[in-house]
């Protein structure tokens, strides 16, 4: 089935800029049939919605908390979706995740149970 693993995360001063890349493998149905969303958790709470992309380019979802700062990108013939972090805030600090549903059975983007595939994240820490 899809496997998911997440790179890029670090340490990174408040205002800096970080680059997240989540590597899919495994697809069982075309490239750009998919959904690939990025979720970040901090401890003792749920997973929060960042960012969502269509492989096939047709739609993606932006969090309020996050736009204007963060930019989600696919690319389906490296089966790669990166998210762009600029201007990060302290509040970002989180353990960031990337899941992945196929596309023709996704109901609200920004929903984590609607996700059968998850990578095992990976640690953003902004320092003011």
């Known amino acids: 089935q899809v496997q998911l693993v997440e790179s890029g995360g670090g340490s990174v001063q408040a205002g800096g800029s970080l680059r997240l890349t989540c590597q899919a493998s495994g697809y069982t149905y075309p490239a750009n049939s998919y959904c690939i969303a990025w979720f970040r958790q901090t401890p003792g709470k749920r997973h929060e919605g960042v960012a969502a992309?269509?492989?096939?380019?047709?739609?993606?979802y932006v969090a309020d908390s996050v736009k204007g700062r963060f930019t989600i990108a696919q690319d389906n013939r490296k089966h790669t979706a990166s998210l762009q972090m600029n201007a990060v805030k302290p509040e970002d600090t989180a353990r960031y995740y990337c899941?992945?549903?196929?596309?023709?059975?996704?109901?609200?983007?920004?929903?984590?149970?609607?996700?059968?595939?998850w990578g095992q994240g990976t640690q953003v820490t902004v320092s003011s």
């Open positions: 899941a992945a549903v196929e596309a023709r059975f996704l109901e609200t983007m920004s929903n984590p149970d609607e996700y059968p595939y």
């Open positions: 992309i269509y492989t096939d380019g047709t739609q993606q």
